[in-house]
């Protein structure tokens, strides 16, 4: 990580002081929500596990209205998890935002039928086991407050509607995903920490290719659903700010 962001003391007037974390932001859609967040004035921890790469992104969101902080991390590594939490803790004293973003595996062509599982157990490792294993370290900075927005980015090929050949693995995995998202925001109820999934639609990145919406629109409902007011829905799935079906 590079150094701390400056501290803004919360008073009567000024503005609620909050810390995010997004996985998977050196690039695509996870930089754009990073840098959504940061115009905000949020100081944004941009996770990557490349941490050459997070900081030269880090670097081109210098300048912002909320600093822009990169850490190493790796959502399949305990250890890393574990470190980044620490950090945290002893740094800010509290995180309010979740982004869990980190993905890919996005097998297209792949068959259910062909017994390769390789794919799909690497895709359950990031979005599933990714997402659990670090919400699960954040949540203790969360409870602190009583207060957090954890934002799982799944697609609209997991819900229950969607059927095709293609995607198994991916599909698979954010469904999966949809699943723990919502049992842990029955969990939370009444916590104030909330949990929802956001399908930022067919996004022209390097895992969606071209073609698709530009990044910043996909984005934004990630954006919305991290930065949603009390009292704010949860166990919910969205797409630009709008119900979608599970």
Known sequence: MSRPARRVPVTATAPVYRVALVSGANRGLGFEVARQLSERGMTVLLGA???DKGLRAARQLAGAPGEVIAAQLDVTRQDQVDTLARWI???YGRLDVLVNNAGGYYDHDASASDGDIGAARAALETHLFGSWRLTTAMLPLM?????GRIVNVSS???ANSSSSPHCVAYR??????NAYTRTLAEELDGSGIVVNAVCPGWVATALGGPGGRPVEH???GIVWAACLPA???TGQFFRDGQHIAW
């Open 89 to 91: 803790e002893i740094t």
């Open 49 to 51: 596990r490349d941490l």
């Open 231 to 233: 009292p704010a829905p």
């Open 143 to 147: 409870r602190r407050h009583a207060y």
């Open 218 to 220: 996909g984005a934004a």
């Open 172 to 177: 698979t995995s954010k469904s999966a995903l």
């Open 156 to 158: 609209g090929c997991a």
